[in-house]
Every structure is written in C-alpha cells, then in structure tokens.
C-alpha cells in the first residue's frame, strides 16, 4: 500500500481512496493522519520568532534584510 506524505498508508486506486474519505468523513474509520507533526510545530515557533524579529527592527533593517533574501531566492544556480 503507498505511503502518504507523513507516512500514512494510503490505497493506491481511486475507488478504493473515495470509500476511505467517505469512511472517514461518516466516522467509521479514524483518519490516520496527524493534525500536527514535529515538522509544523517548529515552524509555528519559527513563525512568532520571525514576527518578534521583525517587531525588534527598525524599517530600514526590514527593508535591508528583504533585498538580501530576495537576491538569494532570485539568485542563478
């Protein structure tokens, strides 16, 4: 059976995944997914820790930092 993208064991025809979804949404089976993994948590930390950041900067450190990062996402490979 394929895994999904947590791991989770998923069925590999449509059929088969339309009876899972209904199964879940009806109660009857428990949806093996996870609401939160390890992964989301940390960037929910990393989320306030940006927003304090940002707070703690003055706008022309904002802006700086902005044209930093844009350059190295927009940078050739």
Known sequence: ???????????????????????VATGEEEDD???????SAAAQLGKLGGAA?????????????SRKAAAKRWKKA
């Open 1 to 23: 059976m394929p895994k999904g993208p947590q791991g989770q064991k998923r069925p590999a025809d449509v059929i088969s995944a339309a009876v899972k979804v209904m199964r």
């Open 33 to 39: 997914r996870e609401d939160q993994t390890p992964a």
């Open 53 to 65: 950041r940002a707070r703690n900067m003055t706008p022309e450190q904002r802006a700086e930092q």
